[in-house]
């Protein structure tokens, strides 16, 4: 039976690399408990060292590696949804050197994902991530030696928007919309038009974030958009509803057959929009005609941005009850819309 190579140790079934080559220690995993592979990766990065050392050579990073760097070692709440347009990517350049990737060799994923109707606003989002991952390996991120994983990031620009403009709906078509909804997305809708919560704040809405005194829902910042606590002043038509289901569950505000909500964007959605002709209304669009009415209903400016949950440095985490009762004033001038 032959020996293994030198310098290659296994720890948890998986070979290790423990070297010094010239002074300077080579430690890292191989990635596999197969030891033919083992060693060949070890030869492979021995070679890589030494002309790290001897010549000044670079160590070559492929994209999946600094993909992979960046979901282990970023903390942020869309990591999640960072991982499936990365997941995404992967086919067109996930094996390119960092030093190869720009925005030409972007091109055919591009291509593809807006054959399938992907619009720019999303690809945006996608270039931004790719663009971070680059900007860490070339700012934050060095090898063994001290060497950056990239010499320079290069410039990803933004794609020219091609999003439609808001579709904020009127009250008839809020009315024709309303009847043609099932009993459980009628009151989540008629309880966005009321609140302007997004879509995720409401399918997740707790009782413990109830605060029954004063009229309001406080949403922790660890589930709203910007990272802040939001607080939701509810005005007789947003309570009418929440009176409704309480009782029904004991966790989550809106429920269907006993389970929480997951979404409000499904079939059952899209079809009652296209029955009640308004086929181009988003979810999204109930918080657009929130927003449209309070200014409507002369909200000032200030006002709009606290009750629509937008960054604020006016008011901080905790509300004086003085403000809150501003709030639940401004917000109850809706209250004119029917409830039936």
């Known amino acids: ?134 900007t860490l390996a070339a700012k934050l991120w060095r090898d063994e030696l001290g060497n950056s994983w990239l010499i320079e990031a290069p410039l990803l620009p933004l794609l020219k928007n091609d999003n439609r403009k808001p579709y904020p709906i009127t009250e008839k078509e809020q009315e024709r919309l309303i009847a043609e909804l099932p009993g459980h997305l009628k009151a989540m809708v008629i309880f966005a038009l009321n609140t302007g919560c997004r879509e995720a704040e409401i399918t997740g809405l707790r009782w413990n974030e109830e605060d029954a005194q004063q009229g309001i829902f406080i949403i922790p910042g660890n589930r709203t958009k910007n990272g802040e606590e939001r607080i939701v002043p509810l005005n007789s038509i947003a309570k009418h509803i929440v009176e409704a289901q309480r009782g029904i569950h004991k966790d989550y505000v809106f429920t269907f057959k006993g389970e929480p909500v997951l979404r409000i964007n499904g079939r059952a959605w899209r079809n009652a929009r296209t029955r009640a002709g308004v086929p181009q209304c988003r979810v999204h669009d109930l918080r657009h005609t929130f927003g449209r009415r309070l200014r409507a209903a002369e909200v000032s400016f200030e006002n709009r941005q606290d009750l629509l949950g937008h960054k604020s440095s006016r008011i901080t985490d905790h509300y004086c009850k003085a403000e809150i009762v501003g709030l639940l004033n401004e917000v109850e001038k809706l209250s004119r819309v029917n409830l039936a």
């Open 1 to 134: 039976m032959s020996k293994k190579t030198p310098g290659l140790t296994k720890r948890n079934d998986v070979w290790h690399i423990n070297k010094v080559i010239k002074g300077k220690r080579l430690y890292e995993s191989t990635g596999t408990s197969n030891l033919e592979e083992a060693e060949r990766y070890l030869a492979k990065r021995i070679n890589e060292f030494r002309g790290q050392l001897f010549y000044g050579e670079r160590k070559t990073y492929t994209f999946i590696e600094a993909a992979t760097k960046y979901l282990k070692e970023e903390d942020k709440k869309s990591l999640d949804r960072d991982a499936v347009t990365l997941k995404a990517v992967m086919p067109y350049i996930g094996e390119l050197p960092l030093e190869k990737i720009h925005m030409g060799t972007l091109d055919k994923y591009l291509a593809d994902r807006k054959a399938a109707g992907i619009k720019n606003g999303t690809l945006n989002r996608d270039l931004a991530i790719i663009s971070r991952i680059l």
